[in-house]
């Protein structure tokens, strides 16, 4: 336990810097879209869905070695539904925001989601999307925002 909680605790300056730097993105992000007042409600509720949800379990080697093989499948397949719920909330969020722009400020956010998720830059810019990557449209920190 000690070890685990001096792990954590040594972790807690990461996730302030992290959110620190994630409210950074975002104010850059309603900057350059230009979020006007009426559109503030829709910025807000976008926001609000792109937030951190609660950290997904972890198969751990331990606890699955516990387990039977079906229970083992059953775990696995819950956390994976787990994270498609969020990638699903995440994207009617982002749709939501999209439908409110004006068609100058969906170029925008076309053009700033294409060029964080890697596709169409030349070599060395943008940031594919892999295993692990918690930027973008998704999950986790930016959980998918430009």
């Known amino acids: ?3 685990h909680h001096g792990q954590h605790m ?12 994630r409210a950074q ?9 230009q979020i006007t007042a009426a559109q503030e409600g829709a910025w807000n509720t976008f926001t609000e869905a792109m937030q951190p949800g609660r950290r997904h379990a972890r198969l751990d080697a331990q606890d699955m070695a ?3 093989t079906p229970e083992r ?14 990638a699903d909330r995440h994207g009617d969020a982002t749709k939501a ?3 409110a722009l004006s068609p100058a400020q969906q170029k925008t956010m076309d053009e700033q989601t294409l060029r964080h998720h890697g596709k169409g830059n030349r070599m060395g810019e943008g940031r594919p999307m892999g295993r692990g990557d918690h930027g973008g449209m998704h999950h986790h920190g930016m959980h998918r925002m430009p």
């Open 73 to 86: 499948i059953d775990r696995m397949r819950a956390l994976r539904a787990e994270r498609i719920a969020e």
């Open 10 to 21: 040594r972790h807690a300056p990461d996730m302030a810097r992290m959110q620190e730097r």
């Open 1 to 3: 336990y000690a070890m």
């Open 97 to 99: 925001l999209y439908a």
């Open 25 to 33: 993105h975002l104010a850059a992000f309603k900057d350059k879209l």
């Open 66 to 68: 516990q387990l039977t």
